[in-house]
């Protein structure tokens, strides 16, 4: 098949995997109002599904032996993710809620509104997760994903998510089961499992066509194509009036990613090949939460993201592109 073909096929398989996301979103998005979860907990819950196509894709990739695009997509990803939320959440907040006068309060000061808790629940214990993947992969005598790592991350998450969600819990509601909605949830699977493995199957291609490596594919092909979908849920999220929860569910999405997704690459046993761009991505995948976290923590009464404050999460994505092509890819 021809490059640009598989550019099709890409995109489509990238937008099947989304769909069936939303669709298994629907079971989970009821057992979180049963069991009275706030936005910031419930983020971290619902990530379990969120983030299931990167998920998927490192099964895929570790099953046909490709193991470093789905290295570059947990990178990759995990870069650029919070930076492309944020200035969607802030530009979808732009506009007036009914009845909800703290909004028009962020809307006269010019803020994304963000609940602090957040930070506690969600983006400190993200940036514990990022710290517990350099120790076990950056030391030279334990340099790269083995099994132990992946077992060790699978527990980093549960405590991730028990964290969050004893953080975050209020009184319950009465849910109805919808039985359509469940069998969507089903066909929701198998959108994301097939989608996963032509995300791959493109990546592989198109990697193959442009001669470049499979971890470079990862980072900016796989992992870009994999969050783009996400642009459409927060913004509709946030223009619904949820501005935390759509704000909120990257960072929570992206905790999957370093654990639960970082668990099929290290059973296999991926090496690290080029030490430089590995260290040089999780620096940069560690620099976005910790500017998430310091902008929350500055924000006084009204809590959230200034214009400036979200000019510097985009400033910071621009910077690691530069970094990428001038220092470690070197192409100019």
Request: glycine share 8%.
């Amino acid at each position: 098949m021809n490059a640009w073909l598989w550019v099709v096929v890409l995109g489509l398989a990238a937008w099947a995997a989304h769909w069936g996301a939303d669709q298994l979103l629907t079971p989970l998005k009821m057992l979180r109002k049963q069991w009275g979860l706030t936005a910031s907990a419930g983020a971290a819950f619902l990530a379990i599904v969120t983030a299931s196509p990167e998920v998927a894709i490192n099964i895929t990739s570790a099953a046909r032996g490709v193991s470093d695009i789905g290295l570059g997509n947990l990178l990759g990803s995990n870069i650029i993710s919070i930076p492309l939320m944020v200035t969607i959440a802030y530009f979808a907040s732009r506009r007036k809620f009914k009845n909800n006068k703290e909004h028009q309060k962020h809307l006269d000061a010019n803020l994304l509104a963000l609940n602090k808790r957040s930070v506690s629940v969600l983006s400190i214990p993200y940036l514990v997760i990022i710290g517990l993947v350099a120790i076990l992969t950056l030391p030279k005598a334990w340099r790269g994903l083995q099994p132990i790592d992946g077992w060790i991350m699978l527990a980093a998450y549960a405590a991730f998510l028990t964290h969050a969600i004893i953080k975050g819990r209020e009184k319950g509601q009465k849910v109805e089961w919808d039985k359509k909605k469940i069998w969507l949830s089903v066909a929701g699977a198998l959108a994301i499992a097939v989608g996963a493995f032509f995300i791959v199957k493109a990546t592989e291609n198109i990697v193959s066509a442009l001669n470049i490596s499979e971890i470079v594919g990862g980072l900016f092909i796989t992992g870009i194509m994999t969050t783009a979908p996400e642009i459409f849920k927060t913004w509709s999220v946030v223009k619904g009036g949820e501005v935390t929860a759509g704000t909120t569910s990257v960072i929570a999405d992206n905790a999957v990613t370093m654990t639960v997704a970082f668990f099929p690459l290290a059973l296999v046993t991926t090496p690290i090949e080029d030490f430089q761009l590995f260290w040089v991505n999780l620096a940069f995948v560690g620099l976005m939460p910790l500017l998430y976290s310091v902008f929350v923590h500055q924000s006084k009464e009204l809590h959230g993201f200034s214009k400036w404050q979200i000019f510097v999460f985009d400033g910071a994505y621009i910077v690691y592109l530069l970094t990428m092509a001038f220092f470690v890819l070197k192409l100019f």
